[in-house]
């Protein structure tokens, strides 16, 4: 799946609800949105506006079987990291941070 699909993907998961937040020891500060320091607006704006060129995907930590997806962008003046994976019907966001 390209970035282009993944990008349609995760949007529409974020404007159905259909997201859910990896347990984390640092969730506190590695996922600004499970916390409601950043809104599922703003990360749709930040999603949106990204590039290909910013997007990697890679191999989730512990279940090698799913892609985690993982986009390095700058938007409103802060480098932001996102990091998620799907397990359908759902996007499951593992950081959202600057």
């Known amino acids: 799946m390209g970035f282009k699909n993944v990008k349609?993907?995760?949007l529409a998961c974020l404007a159905s609800g259909n997201i859910q937040h990896e347990q984390r020891q640092t969730i506190d500060v590695k996922n600004l949105l499970v916390t409601g320091q950043v809104s599922e607006d703003d990360?749709?704006?930040i999603i949106a506006r990204a590039k290909g060129t910013e997007y990697e995907l890679s191999?989730?930590?512990v279940i090698s079987a799913i892609d985690v997806h993982?986009?390095?962008t700058h938007y409103r003046g802060k480098n932001?990291?996102?990091k998620w994976y799907f397990i359908e019907p759902?996007?499951?966001f593992i950081s959202v941070h600057h």
Do not use: A, G, M
């Open 59 to 61: 191999k989730h930590h």
């Open 80 to 82: 932001w990291y996102i």
């Open 43 to 45: 990360v749709s704006d």
């Open 70 to 72: 993982i986009l390095k």
């Open 90 to 92: 759902d996007s499951i």
């Open 8 to 10: 349609s993907q995760v």
